[in-house]
């Protein structure tokens, strides 16, 4: 057993998918796929190196933005419909021997239509290879969900069809209990370990003697098509996992907060409406809010905003009553937000975002610090930095108030 051995993490990215289009930085319950598995690889405490193979520069800067290491472009003749996983590995061990004079001791393989892995995933696999030094590779399974034994050949629409597996002692597995048959497992994306010179010299991803990673099935994912992507999304928001998620790499408050930008819906309301039988509508707000920016306001020099998809007099009065600047009939929040930081020369990092649906993810990814009030959408909670006890209209502002007053007048 090598005592601190070095290992290599391998996302493999290619830019041409073609049942998902741009899947790998596609937005998967809220955060690019590919971000994933980097983020298995970086929480890992076994893996020193976490590397983004992809031909596609995009790819590569989201990649970046993650935390995984992308040393080159890989080259398109790697990057077809039809490439297999071993030249792409052996171009990735080759480049980094030749330029970084690198060689790890393990390489495991992380693949991005695998996103929901348990939480030790990698951790356990690696220990699992490094107690059995006879082991080629160890490969993620899970128990098949379908059983072989009752699987068929075709022979033609005309002829008999054939068993795909015969059973010793056993006459007709297809018409057996599934109890009295043989547990099967299928092998999944999850987590490959494996040994660098059964690649490089046995010309294999796997070797001979593989050792199974047995992980609890309901794990299993591997997103080929979009009814696939929304089944999965439903299992990270709900399925609730102990699995490696990028949701939880939740940014400290900003050392310096100059601004804190508010939805109007759901954050200074309760994301209720009366309305009467005119159409004119009515909202209820928490006067603790106002009072909270009011004292931050006093003491130290934050500007507030509320940037809001409705547009209604109610937004501009309760607004105008609080003394907040207000942006209203915004859908492409993004841009106003960006455009208001230009004009008022505030750096992102400074800034702070309290939303509660999903047109706020994209002001999220835009500043400092992301704040969801209790009663949030989940895909907003998963996103946020921070998750406040009170919901809003009922003091999820005021709340965030008195951090920052906590925070910074200590």
């Known amino acids: 057993m090598v005592n601190k051995p070095e290992v290599l993490a391998v996302i493999p990215a290619r830019g041409g998918s073609k049942g998902i289009p741009r899947k790998n930085i596609k937005l998967f319950a809220g955060y ?3 971000s994933y ?3 298995a ?3 890992s ?3 020193t190196r976490t590397i983004v193979s992809t031909d596609d520069e995009e790819i590569a800067q989201v990649a970046r933005e993650w935390g995984a290491e992308t040393p080159f472009l890989r080259p398109a003749e790697l990057a077809q419909d039809h490439t297999t996983d071993l030249p792409v590995f052996q171009h990735v061990l080759n480049w980094l021997k030749e330029h970084d004079g690198y060689i790890p001791d393990l390489v495991i393989q992380l693949r991005p239509t695998s996103p929901i892995r348990p939480r030790t995933c990698i951790d356990d696999a690696v220990e699992l290879l490094l107690a059995h030094p006879e082991a080629d590779s160890v490969r993620g399974v899970v128990s098949s969900g379908q059983n072989p034994y009752k699987m068929w050949r075709l022979n033609g629409s005309d002829q008999p069809m054939t068993p795909l597996l015969t059973l010793e002692g056993v006459a007709e597995p297809y018409n057996s209990p599934r109890q009295i048959l043989p547990p099967t497992y299928w092998q999944t994306g999850h987590i490959d370990v494996i040994r660098p010179k059964v690649i490089t010299e046995q010309n294999s991803m796997s070797g001979k003697t593989i050792l199974p990673y047995v992980i609890d099935s309901r794990y299993t994912v ?7 992507w929304e089944r999965y999304e439903w299992l990270v928001r709900n399925g609730g996992l102990d699995m490696v998620d990028p949701a939880s790499k939740r940014r400290k408050l900003p050392q310096k907060i100059s601004l804190v930008v508010m939805d109007f819906d759901g954050v200074i309301t309760d994301n209720r409406v009366w309305v009467d039988e005119q159409g004119f509508e009515r909202v209820a707000s928490s006067r603790g809010d106002s009072m909270g920016i009011h004292l931050v306001r006093k003491a ?3 500007e507030f905003m509320v940037i809001s998809t409705e547009t209604n007099p109610v937004v501009t009065a309760r607004c105008k009553k609080i003394g907040v600047e207000v942006y209203q009939g915004i859908w492409q929040k993004v841009d106003v937000l960006r455009e208001a930081l230009q004009q008022k020369n505030i750096p992102p990092e400074e800034v702070v975002f309290i939303g509660n649906d ?3 993810l994209g002001c999220f990814r835009e500043v400092g610090y992301a704040v969801a009030p209790a009663d949030a959408e989940d895909e907003v909670k998963r ?6 006890h009170r919901n809003g209209g009922n003091g999820a502002v005021r709340e965030f108030c008195d951090l920052i007053l906590q925070t910074y007048l200590k």
């Open 32 to 34: 690019p796929l590919i």
């Open 358 to 360: 999903v047109n706020d």
């Open 300 to 302: 130290l020099p934050v």
């Open 45 to 47: 405490k076994y893996v």
């Open 41 to 43: 690889g970086l929480q």
């Open 383 to 388: 996103s946020a930095d921070l998750v406040l």
């Open 222 to 228: 591997d997103i080929d098509t979009p009814f696939d």
């Open 37 to 39: 598995s980097i983020t």
